[in-house]
């Protein structure tokens, strides 16, 4: 029993060190806590959810919208979707153009700086892509 109360102290002193956050709330700390694979994968997971949103805002400004609204109701058009995913990939347009490599090197990097660690993930993304593709 004494066993069993000592690992359930132990279990919620840990995770009241890391508690649970949403994706939006993640940060520096967060990202030097990945290995180098969990990175990746973080990226990679940014990098398709970006190219999902933006091939379906551009899948959204072909189809024909309805007077009454501001913005796009997408409709869920999956051969629209496809097609501007294969049209930004093959333009290049995507906006966060780079590989999941180069991003996680230069968030990495990006973190680096203690005064930067208190700042989010996606923010980190922002910054960093902004540096990335800004004209020479």
Same mark, same amino acid.
């Given at each position: ?20 956050? !949403? ?5 520096? $700390? !967060?990202?030097?806590?990945?290995? !180098? ?24 400004? $072909? ?18 979707? $496809? ?30 700086? !203690? ?5 989010? $993930? ?15």
């Amino acid at each position: 029993m004494a066993v069993g109360a000592v690992g359930i102290l132990g279990v919620q002193a840990w995770s009241a060190q890391d508690p649970a956050r !949403h994706w939006i709330e993640r940060d520096g $700390t !967060h990202w030097g806590r990945l290995g !180098h694979e969990a990175q990746t994968a973080y990226v990679e997971g940014f990098l398709a959810g970006a190219a999902l949103g933006q091939a379906a805002e551009r899948s959204c400004s $072909t189809q024909d919208l309805r007077a009454q609204r501001q913005g796009c109701e997408w409709t869920g058009d999956s051969a629209g979707l $496809t097609r501007a995913i294969g049209e930004l990939r093959r333009s290049g347009g995507f906006r966060f153009p780079y590989g999941a490599n180069v991003y996680a090197s230069r968030i990495s990097d990006y973190y680096w700086w !203690h005064n930067q660690r208190p700042l989010p $993930t996606w923010y980190a993304f922002w910054e960093v892509n902004s540096i990335l593709t800004r004209p020479n």
